[in-house]
């Protein structure tokens, strides 16, 4: 049972452009939202975060859009940068709970 | 500031072979957690610690043992190793309290490969 999914295994984008990553999940109990961002041979760090009282979070280039009704949210990169090529993956929580759980990522490639 | 440390990068083991992928952190954090990396598969929580003495199951615990005698270390045991269990481990940890709740932090992981 994936209670979160991102459909999308990869995603290229050419530099300068908008990449456009997107999740969806199933359980509405989940109040919180965030993206993580991987390269090979890391550990995933924390990129930005959302709460479902929002539906819009912002953080210098990176803006994540959350529409609950759709159970839906989206990470937005603009302008695309080659260090932006990673692994991003989604996660969500629910309040009081201990756990996070986790898309199966999306690896994104920035094109010169 | 180290961080989240983890040991070995790399493991190779048998099956039914026993190991201890080790983890630490120097943030004093509570929490603290085990995932798994499988290729279309995310990360998966395999057992977490909310302090020293307390440890509980996540979504996928069978075939792995966890203790938390210290704040600083949550080390992962593997009883009898299978090849299911052929993947990348990924420690993590965070602060307690709803500011911090869900931002962890990870560390670069361990690469075990059962044959």
Partial sequence: D???KQNSPSLSVQEGRISILNCDYTN???DYFLWYKKYPAEGPTFLISISSIKDKNEDGRFTVFLNKSAKHL???IVPSQPGDSAVYFCAASV???QKLVFGQGTRLTINP | N????QTPKFQVLKTGQSMTLQCAQDMNHEYMSWYRQDPGMGLRLIHYSVGAGITDQGEVPNGYNVSRSTTEDFPLRLLSAAPSQTSVYFCAS???GRTTNEKLFFGSGTQLSVL
């Fill in chain 1, 95 to 97: 309040k009081g709970a």
């Fill in chain 2, 2 to 5: 180290a961080g989240v440390t």
């Fill in chain 1, 28 to 30: 509405s109990m989940f």
């Fill in chain 1, 74 to 76: 989206s990470l937005h």
């Fill in chain 1, 2 to 4: 994936q209670q979160v």
């Fill in chain 2, 94 to 96: 965070r602060g307690q």
